[in-house]
């Protein structure tokens, strides 16, 4: 009988330890991280908490995501407040262009090694025609879009 | 955004290899992919599944431009399929030839002219302009 009374004077303490110390940073943490880390949306975000707040940094793709992340972190428990530092990060540049006269001396260079090859440009849209061998074409490519035309039109008979 | 579903297998496989700068953009119907190779060997694999994606590169709406870039002062590879690759007096192919070095031998970069044309020094001490395209850091 004493064995048994131990045994559930022993249970009960273990149960009532988590609950009346409340629930830990640390496992605040653990469970906002599976939270984010189980949408695409929040994948990259990273989670700080010190005494229930939380602050969310990392970069989200668009404003629609970023102002999804409060909420969805203030669902987890024990969660008393949400830093929202997440970012969005701004568009690639645009891409680059040349003009025409620029992509005619390049181009030049850019197809010498292939001689069944003709280059012709208008408005930065490139044009080829011509032979070439499969094994060619590849590097042909790599070199004229590395001229960075608007456009390849590859019109080229591959054989 | 169509464009951009049409190649996600490439610019899946651009992120996996850990592409530097990659950038993805559509404009005017034409999807431009940039961005910094860590190698010759990842350039060669994008190329290849750009290829099975649109076979023979016929579409045009697609401009790839993802190379090994590599830094000055460091060494490169000479990259070319079968040929030597020449070294000339200045940027440009109308440039006389001073020199040129072998298939696969390593040489240094010392800056580069433009996008197509780097000056270089062979280890034998020429030194001259090569084309870009056609060398590889050395990893």
Not at chain 2, 9 to 29: C, F, H, M, P, S
Not at chain 2, 36 to 54: C, E, M, N, R
Not at chain 2, 125 to 132: I, S
């Amino acid at each position: 009988m004493k064995r048994i009374l131990t045994m559930i004077a022993f249970v009960a303490l273990v149960f009532a330890l988590p609950s009346c110390k409340g629930k830990s940073d640390a496992d605040i943490k653990k469970d906002v991280d599976a939270k984010l880390a189980s949408s695409a949306d929040f994948s990259s975000l990273t989670a700080d908490v010190k005494d229930g707040a939380v602050t969310i940094s990392g970069t989200v793709k668009d404003d629609a995501a970023k102002t999804a992340v409060e909420p969805a972190v203030k669902e987890v428990k024990g969660v008393k407040s949400v830093v929202n530092n997440a970012t969005v990060p701004p568009p690639p540049p645009p891409p680059t262009i040349n003009p025409d006269d620029i992509l005619n001396n390049t181009l030049k260079d850019a197809i010498k090694d292939n001689a069944g090859v003709k280059a012709e440009v208008k408005d930065g849209v490139v044009t080829l025609t011509g032979d070439i061998k499969k094994a060619d074409l590849p590097v042909l490519m790599q070199k004229v879009m590395g001229t960075h035309p608007k456009k390849v039109e590859n019109k080229l008979t591959v054989k | 955004m169509a464009l951009q579903d049409k190649y996600k297998a490439l610019i899946d496989a651009a992120t996996a290899a850990g592409v530097a700068n990659l950038a993805v953009r559509e404009q005017d119907n034409v999807l431009y992919i940039d961005g910094d190779a860590p190698s010759g060997a990842v350039k060669d694999q994008l190329w290849a599944v750009y290829d099975q994606i649109d076979p023979n590169f016929t579409s045009g709406d697609l401009v790839l431009n993802v190379n090994a870039k590599a830094d000055p002062g460091s060494k490169v590879r000479v990259a070319t399929q079968e040929t030597a690759l020449n070294i000339r007096k200045g940027p440009g192919t109308d440039q006389p030839v001073v020199g040129k070095a072998q298939k696969d031998e390593i040489i240094t970069l010392i800056s580069k002219a433009s996008d197509q044309w780097a000056s270089v020094r062979t280890d034998d001490g020429t030194e001259g302009y090569a084309y870009m395209q056609y060398l590889e850091p050395v990893a």
